[in-house]
């Protein structure tokens, strides 16, 4: 009876559990890289590393270039960050895929293990 129940919960409950666990690991994902926080502050500058202008007009251009370049290196920092993020999503993506599509054979690795084994 024990066996039965098991394989009752396998394909029925188990393998919709995996099913239904595939979109909340993929947006654990975000979450833990902030790709929603990224993508607001995308153009913002870097760690808010910002120069105020002075009076005269090269003080002006010179905090204009120093805040332009502290965008730029934010754009560049957080960029990076957001396609590493995407890679470890596609690659968790298709590893889930791998793994729903292999949910229904893994009880029967059991006994072509233990025959392996023996032979």
Do not use: C
């Amino acid at each position: 009876m024990l066996v039965a129940a098991f394989f009752s919960w396998w394909y029925g409950q188990g393998w919709q559990g995996v099913a239904k666990n595939i979109g909340p690991r993929l947006a654990g994902i975000a979450e833990a890289f902030s790709a929603a926080q990224l993508l607001r502050t995308l153009f913002s500058p870097w760690r808010r590393i910002i120069t105020y202008p002075g009076s005269s007009f090269a003080e002006k251009f010179r905090a204009w270039g120093d805040n332009i370049f502290s965008r730029a290196v934010g754009f560049v920092v957080r960029l990076l960050v957001l396609f590493a993020a995407l890679l470890v999503i596609i690659v968790v993506a298709f590893l889930s895929v791998i793994e729903l599509i292999a949910w229904p054979l893994l009880p029967l690795a059991v006994p072509v293990l233990i025959i392996m084994g023996v032979v």
